[in-house]
Structure formats: C-alpha cells, structure tokens
Nanobody, 124 residues
Framework: QVQLVESGGGLVQAGGSLRLSCGAS????????MGWFRQTPGKEREFVAA????????YYVDSVKGRFTISRDNAKNTLYLQMNSLQPEDTAVYYC?????????????????WGQGTQVTVSS
C-alpha cells in the first residue's frame, strides 16, 4: 500500500516562502504523475501543480505560475513544492497525490493515492 506523507507547512507572512515535501513509501512501481492540490473549508479540492515522474514535465494552475515550482527526487521518492511570494489566498490545506495512469492530472479523479495534508497559512 502506497503511503504519502507531507511536511513543511506552517504560518508565513505575505511575500514569504515555504517548501513542502511529500515522501512516498510502499510503492511496487513508479507512478505516472505526482501532484499537489489544495483545499479550503467549503470548497472543492483545487489543482495546484503536477509533474510526470519519469519525464519531469511540470504543469501549474495559472494562479501560481511564476511563484511555485514543483520538483521531484526520484532516488528519494520525494516530491517538493517550492512556494514563493505567498499571498493570503494561498492559505489552504495542501495535499500531495500520485496517479498510475494518464488520466486527467488536473482533477482529483486522476490520482490514486493521497497524503493526509499539511496546513499552509499566509497572513496579511
């Protein structure tokens, strides 16, 4: 059973930076894609960024382009999200996820396993 564990969330002032990590264990083979989603109370889980595990192609939601960078370390089975120029609207619980087929990587349905989430709070 695949397990994903996020870390690196916290409280930061607007304009600050955080780096999220997501460690994976229990895999029997590599995923097709790993991604980051975020969710605030009463709203649906929102796509933030994704990266193909073998080719390293990255995808971003428009609102984070130029501020967030997704990356992965295949040898460490770890996914990262470097978040710069954080704004209060980035406040959310951030989840990492991985998918094993080429379904839509922009929606939660495209992923098979999820972490428990890490809170990111940006104060104004």
């Amino acid at each position: 059973q695949v397990q994903l564990v996020e870390s690196g969330g916290g409280l930061v002032q607007a304009g600050g930076s955080l780096r999220l990590s997501c460690g994976a264990s229990g895999r029997t083979f590599s995923p097709y894609v790993m991604g980051w989603f975020r969710q605030t109370p009463g709203k649906e889980r929102e796509f933030v960024a994704a990266i193909t595990w073998s080719g390293g192609r990255a995808y971003y939601v428009d609102s984070v382009k130029g501020r967030f960078t997704i990356s992965r370390d295949n040898a460490k089975n770890t996914l990262y999200l470097q978040m710069n120029s954080l704004q209060p609207e980035d406040t959310a619980v951030y989840y990492c996820a991985e998918g094993y087929s080429s379904r839509s990587l922009y929606t939660p349905a495209g992923y098979d396993y999820w972490g428990q989430g890490t809170q990111v709070t940006v104060s104004s």
